[in-house]
T-cell receptor, first 115, second 115 residues
Framework: NAGVTQTPKFQVLKTGQSMTLQCAQD?????MSWYRQDPGMGLRLIHY???????DQGEVPNGYNVSRSTTEDFPLRLLSAAPSQTSVYFCASSYSGDSASYGYTFGSGTRLTVV | AQSVTQLDSQVPVFEEAPVELRCNYS??????LFWYVQYPNQGLQLLLKYLSGSTLVKGINGFEAEFNKSQTSFHLRKPSVHISDTAEYFC?????????????FGSGTQLTVLP
């Protein structure tokens, strides 16, 4: 009953450092995505994937990389952290078929601070 | 492209009073509509969704929403709120066809239930 698991829960980075936020789901969902949440701006889509080997950019992709080598995992890489990337990051997954059951399952988030 | 406007950033209400959280959307194609709730320091949880059919949708925790296509609205209502309903609520929209099911979120409404 794990759902979507995000690690770490908290992270502090120095400007210029790189890191990977991990996301794993055990529901065999084809669709996975990364969002960032900033006060007063709701959630904004960074990158998404409709299946293993297929990724695409969302609304705010700059400074982030993704890959999808397996159905279960969808890591988000920060190439060179900047203070503007201080945010709460959420991973979400969904079926891409069967609209009756369509809905996103969210992870509990990673709170990232870049100093 | 789709967009979502949540008309109130903060809604204070007394316990046992009714509440309505307003959401308007913009889209040139058919959409699915969602309401998510986020409790402090947690991820998002699906409250309810409109895919098709009856325009009145019932969700968890006694919430319901009504889809109004002519007014492009999807307002969330609860007849009697509890302290435990204090949370941030997000309205979201997705296109209703295609394999890329990314959600577009509104900026959120903080509901605070007062004793």
């Amino acid at each position: 009953n794990a759902g979507v698991t995000q690690t770490p829960k908290f992270q502090v980075l120095k400007t210029g450092q790189s890191m990977t936020l991990q996301c794993a789901q055990d529901m065999n969902h084809e669709y996975m995505s990364w969002y960032r949440q900033d006060p007063g701006m709701g959630l904004r889509l960074i990158h998404y994937s409709v299946g293993a080997g297929i990724t695409d950019q969302g609304e705010v992709p700059n400074g982030y990389n993704v890959s999808r080598s397996t159905t279960e995992d969808f890591p988000l890489r920060l190439l060179s952290a900047a203070p503007s990337q201080t945010s709460v990051y959420f991973c979400a997954s969904s079926y891409s078929g069967d609209s009756a059951s369509y809905g996103y399952t969210f992870g509990s988030g990673t709170r990232l601070t870049v100093v | 492209a789709q967009s979502v406007t949540q008309l109130d950033s903060q809604v204070p209400v007394f316990e046992e009073a009714p509440v309505e959280l307003r959401c308007n959307y913009s889209s040139s194609v058919s959409v699915y509509l969602f309401w998510y709730v986020q409790y402090p320091n947690q991820g998002l949880q699906l409250l309810l969704k409109y895919l098709s059919g009856s325009t009145l949708v019932k969700g968890i925790n006694g919430f319901e929403a009504e889809f109004n296509k002519s007014q492009t609205s999807f307002h969330l209502r609860k007849p009697s709120v509890h302290i435990s309903d204090t949370a941030e609520y997000f309205c979201a929209v997705s296109v209703s066809s295609g394999s890329a099911r990314q959600l577009t979120f509104g900026s959120g409404t903080q509901l605070t239930v007062l004793p």
